[in-house]
């Protein structure tokens, strides 16, 4: 099998899992947005926040390499016990350090939701690590079934909890815990995960290796979170969790775009570190980088140019004022995928401390624009923030590779890029129903054209199978 067929059948593989729950979360968005408040829908979205900050800053960043490392060793069963164990020995020493300080700040600060807050990070913490140690032995197919659990299992009792039980806010935390519990269970058990862990395996060499790759990465969580949560810190703080709610829906429709991308970057950052030592590996990156521009740009684009439809139908009335926050963070959203396919190749030269470089830089000026702008344009001060700081990592990151991998780019497909998403924006700002279709037809033709040649090779792999299949 082929890099090129490899990376598309690992992406269709996590593609299938990953898109049919966000599919099913995206269509709850009408049950959500009718049953919580907007103040209700600030807060999840807030805690959810803290959660995630906490958990992965506690893993030290070992979820990242672990896999990597794994990667290097899947044919030595020794090297394997003693990565895997001596990063999850780590782990739950940072963890419950991590618990020890949590509780008494939580307490001090009055916050509500303490015993959901460390629930979650003990789940959240666990399923990351085990799903990117399942990943890391070659086990695609479990880990997109781990990720597809993880998913459904929250979709699944978050009907139950907020329709059924009326729970709300505790209703959605509680999924959020039982979700992560099945998702790591599954990996654990399914891979034998147990094989590997024994105290006699902790390595200190080992350890020293995952600290090195890994400790560059906890500032580069940190900023990532800066970028993404410092928004609705500040929203929260100077307009109230009303507008946090706004913001929270308005990044749902990007979120769906950034799903999409992501499991292709899974696929990617695996695919990059393998093929590292080839002798056309420049040639190589920059084509898949090309492919990567053009098919999302142009997705993006059909996504902007749906939205006008897909928000009447999808999102209450009171929310109304999110709708164009979401253009500008959908656009944002792609200067985000272009970073983080930067980010993949550093993480397979092993060159992490860059990519925490260039996302502590525009995480400041997320920050100070945010906060400069907050007082005279409001909630756009966020979304603005946003979609600068993410452009800042993908310019930088793309100046830095280019000195250690010539990256190429062709004309025609920056341009149709560009073009794809300006034709999409005006009907967006306009939202008349006419223009709308015709803006989603110009996107998805365009979008055809660029990628024809993707679009050829999967219908011939498709055609190959179902004649193989007759015979």
Avoid at 163 to 174: K, P, Q, S, V
Avoid at 389 to 402: D, P, Q
Avoid at 452 to 465: F, H, P
């Amino acid at each position: 099998m082929t890099r090129e067929s490899r990376l598309l059948k690992n992406t269709a593989i996590i593609g299938f899992g990953t898109m049919c729950t966000k599919g099913i979360s995206f269509l709850l968005l009408p049950l959500y947005t009718s049953i919580l408040s907007t103040k209700e829908y600030g807060t999840v979205d807030l805690v959810n926040t803290l959660i995630t900050l906490i958990a992965y800053t506690l893993t030290i960043q070992f979820e990242q390499g672990i896999f990597r490392f794994l990667i290097d060793c899947r044919n030595d069963e020794a090297k394997k016990k003693r990565y895997i164990s001596t990063a999850l020995l780590t782990v739950t020493v940072t963890l419950i350090a991590g618990i020890a300080i949590t509780i008494p700040i939580t307490h001090i600060a009055g916050f509500g939701y303490t015993k959901y807050l460390i629930f979650n990070i003990i789940a959240t913490l666990y399923c990351s690590i085990i799903c990117q140690i399942v990943r890391g032995l070659g086990n695609i197919g479990i880990y997109t079934l781990t990720s597809f659990l993880a998913a459904s299992s929250q979709i699944a009792f978050n009907v139950i909890f907020i329709a059924g039980f009326n729970w709300h806010i505790e209703g959605m935390l509680t999924a959020t815990i039982i979700g992560n519990v099945i998702a790591a269970c599954v990996g654990f058990f399914s891979c034998r995960l147990y094989r590997y862990i024994s105290i006699k395996h902790f390595n200190k060499e080992n350890l020293n290796e995952l600290l090195k790759y890994s400790l560059p990465m906890v500032p580069n969580t940190l900023c990532w979170w800066l970028v993404n949560v410092s928004d609705r810190l500040i929203v929260t703080y100077f307009l109230g969790y009303s507008f946090n709610g706004i913001y929270a829906l308005a990044n749902k429709f990007p979120s769906l775009f950034i799903t999409l991308t992501n499991v292709f970057q899974i696929s990617w950052s695996e695919n990059a570190a393998e093929t590292l030592n080839s002798e056309d590996r420049d040639q190589y990156y920059s084509k898949i980088m090309n492919q990567s521009l053009g098919l999302f740009s142009c997705c993006c684009a059909v996504i902007i140019a749906a939205l006008p439809l897909a928000f009447k139908i999808l999102v209450n009335e009171s929310y109304n004022d999110a709708y164009y926050h979401i253009l500008i963070l959908l656009v944002s959203g792609l200067f985000h995928t272009v970073g983080n396919l930067y980010g993949s190749l550093f993480g397979a030269l092993k060159h992490t401390k860059y990519i925490a470089k260039t996302t502590v830089f525009s995480a400041i000026a997320n920050l100070v624009i945010n906060l400069s702008l907050i007082h005279f344009i409001g909630l756009y001060a966020a979304s603005i923030s946003t979609m600068v700081a993410y452009l800042l990592i993908a310019v930088m990151r793309h100046k830095e590779i280019c000195k250690v991998i010539k990256i190429k780019y062709q004309l025609k497909t920056v341009i149709i890029s560009i073009l794809s998403i300006i034709v999409s924006s005006v009907s967006f700002a306009v939202n008349n129903t006419l223009l709308t279709i015709a803006a989603i037809a110009i996107t998805a033709l365009l979008t055809i054209f660029l990628n024809k040649d993707m679009v050829n090779k999967i219908i011939t792999n498709l055609k190959a199978k179902f004649i193989r299949k007759k015979i």
